[in-house]
């Protein structure tokens, strides 16, 4: 699972203070501003797109699991709707192999954990990539910003004890799916929550309150299309999100 800083951690637990907010100010009825192949728009400048969501979902479904995978990725970790045939062999594994257990789920039960499972992988990519956007717009509005330099002098300062050499990381690369561009992505994601925690936050006029201003503000300015709506959407009416 994604290694998330205090910040990020607080940020999506307070969706659920969206949700539950969502008549008096997250919620909304306006459609506009989302269309062809992007998700998820934050403001006028920053989008998610679909081919986005697709490419971090199998990645966050290994990493859930773990977070440095000790071999080749059983097929099934990644759940494959809509018909979850891998998936439904791979939980059916995974009940079977705990010591002592002796009763055997039905397919309907390992099917439902199969959705269950995906649907939570979904909603937390979309909210964690959103969340990306609120983060770099609030810290592009108060004039400051992360470059592509800048994350990738961090990455190479925070080496990281795991990867001993280049072919152990490359091989976790391999095995992840993610590529050095995400790496670099994580890398700036940590960044900005240091800097909207750190340099923003700090100098509100409230510090109390700047976290759920920051909330309500941008989910506000945040945009979704129908199938990617969740509590961070300013079209979500306080109902579940749909998925697949």
């Not at 969501?53 to 440095?68: D, G, K, M, R």
């Not at 979850?84 to 009940?95: D, G």
């Not at 009763?103 to 309907?108: K, N």
Request: hydrophobic share 35%; proline share 7%; with cysteine.
């Amino acid at each position: 699972m994604f290694r998330l800083g205090a910040l990020r951690q607080a940020m999506l637990a307070g969706l659920m203070l969206c949700a539950a907010a969502a008549v008096s100010g997250c919620g909304g009825s306006s459609s506009g501003g989302v269309s062809g192949g992007v998700a998820v728009r934050v403001g006028n400048s920053y989008t998610v797109s679909k081919a986005d969501v697709a490419h971090w979902i199998p990645i966050e479904a290994i990493l859930s699991q773990e977070v440095v995978p000790k071999g080749p990725i059983p097929v099934g970790m990644v759940p494959d709707p809509p018909g979850y045939s891998n998936c439904l062999i791979y939980q059916r594994k995974l009940v079977l192999d705990k010591p002592g257990e002796k009763t055997i789920p039905s397919r309907s039960q390992l099917l439902r954990e199969c959705k269950e499972r995906y649907n939570n992988i979904r909603i937390h990519i979309l909210n964690l990539l959103t969340l990306y956007g609120w983060l770099r717009e609030e810290a592009a509005a108060h004039g400051y910003k992360v470059t592509d330099a800048q994350a990738q002098q961090r990455f190479t300062e925070n080496a990281r004890p795991e990867f001993p050499t280049t072919a152990a990381y490359q091989q976790f690369l391999s095995r992840t799916g993610l590529t050095q561009a995400d790496e670099l992505w994580r890398v700036k994601n940590n960044m900005l929550s240091s800097i909207v925690l750190g340099k923003i936050f700090p100098h509100q006029h409230s510090i109390r309150q700047a976290y759920p201003e920051f909330l309500l503000r941008w989910a506000a300015k945040t945009s979704c299309a129908p199938e990617y709506i969740t509590p961070n959407c300013k079209q979500y009416k306080g109902t579940q999100p749909p998925g697949p």
